[in-house]
């Protein structure tokens, strides 16, 4: 097999990492535009007017939820979104100028595309009736910020598309394809984990990093301090996943559910155990 010129690979790196350039960046501004409207909405108001917008807000969400509910599901798809535009954005910058890393960078794009496309649909789609319906202030910037975010997400499909039909020497695929999970969060984790991560708020944060590692398996130095901010965040996300169910308390849904989280905490608790090691915290004083 005759070697491809390095150019043409660096080239279409290059391209691949424009384009998710371009989506993490106009992500960036239209999801904390969506996050702060969202988190800027009172479910237990008594202000009429701002009651009918809540009621307009939560219309258009599927499912006839209350809006406390749709504040909820929106903030989490937000949180998601932020997450995964993050980990594609490492990932993909970090591909070294070579047929195996580009073909495994486009994969892991395309992978992105399609984990990330129903949360996506969703937010665009209530993003964009809130300009539709509203005429409140808070709306400005997502109206500006809903094309660019759209665009850019087209803009990487057609070059994810266009790569991956130069399977040759420049873009090498890898011999078996991982799923979605796999490529964003690296080991694959369980159904369980997914689920109670998505309740460990923000995914930005510190702690929403730690905990995907010990769900993993990894080894962490954590000081006491750290290891109380991780275990508040856990016991925050089971709060929001009680919060958030919307089956009855008795059903079999609801039971699983409840079960499955209890086997992630046991998880997590037993590896503050074996896979922490605790660091001495030096506390500074001015004499």
């Given at each position: 097999m005759v070697t491809p010129p390095v150019t043409d690979i660096k080239s279409s790196l290059d391209d691949l990492k424009k384009a998710v350039s371009a989506v993490t960046k106009a992500d960036k501004a239209?999801?904390?535009a969506l996050e702060t409207f969202f988190e800027g909405i009172d479910p237990k108001t008594t202000d009429n007017t701002q009651i009918e917008i809540n009621k307009t807000v939560a219309a258009l969400v599927p499912g006839t939820l209350p809006i406390d509910k749709v504040v909820r599901?929106?903030?989490?798809?937000?949180?998601?979104?932020?997450?995964?535009?993050?980990?594609?954005?490492?990932?993909?910058?970090?591909s070294d100028t070579t047929p195996e890393d580009l073909g495994r960078a486009v994969v892991e794009a395309e992978a992105y595309l399609l984990l990330t496309n129903e949360a996506?649909?969703?937010?665009?789609?209530?993003?964009?009736?809130?300009?539709?319906?509203?005429?409140?202030?808070?709306?400005?910037?997502?109206?500006?910020?809903?094309?660019?975010?759209?665009?850019?997400?087209?803009?990487?499909?057609?070059q994810v598309s266009t790569l991956l039909q130069q399977t040759t020497a420049v873009v090498k695929l890898p011999p078996t394809e991982p799923?979605?999970?796999?490529?964003?969060?690296?080991?694959?984790?369980?159904?369980?984990?997914?689920?109670?991560l998505e309740h460990v708020l923000p995914s930005t944060s510190k702690e929403f990093e730690q905990t995907v590692a010990l769900l993993e398996g990894h080894h962490l130095s954590l000081s006491n301090s750290q290891i109380?901010?991780?275990?508040?965040?856990?016991?925050?996300?089971?709060?929001?996943?009680?919060?958030?169910?919307?089956?009855?308390?008795?059903?079999?849904?609801?039971?699983?559910?409840?079960?499955?989280?209890?086997?992630?905490?046991?998880t997590l608790y037993d590896r503050l155990e074996s896979k922490?090691?605790?660091?001495?915290?030096?506390?500074?004083t001015d004499i």
């Open positions: 239209w999801l904390v599901v929106v903030l989490d798809d937000v949180s998601f979104l932020q997450y995964t535009d993050k980990k594609l954005n490492a990932r993909v910058s970090q996506f649909v969703s937010l665009l789609s209530v993003s964009k009736g809130i300009v539709a319906i509203l005429t409140i202030t808070d709306k400005k910037n997502l109206e500006k910020l809903n094309s660019p975010a759209d665009s850019a997400r087209t803009g990487l499909t057609s799923e979605g999970t796999d490529l964003l969060l690296g080991k694959k984790l369980n159904t369980c984990d997914l689920t109670f109380r901010k991780l275990i508040d965040s856990w016991g925050k996300a089971v709060k929001d996943l009680v919060q958030s169910q919307t089956q009855e308390s008795g059903s079999l849904d609801t039971i699983a559910g409840f079960l499955c989280v209890h086997n992630v905490l046991d922490v090691t605790r660091t001495v915290e030096i506390i500074s």
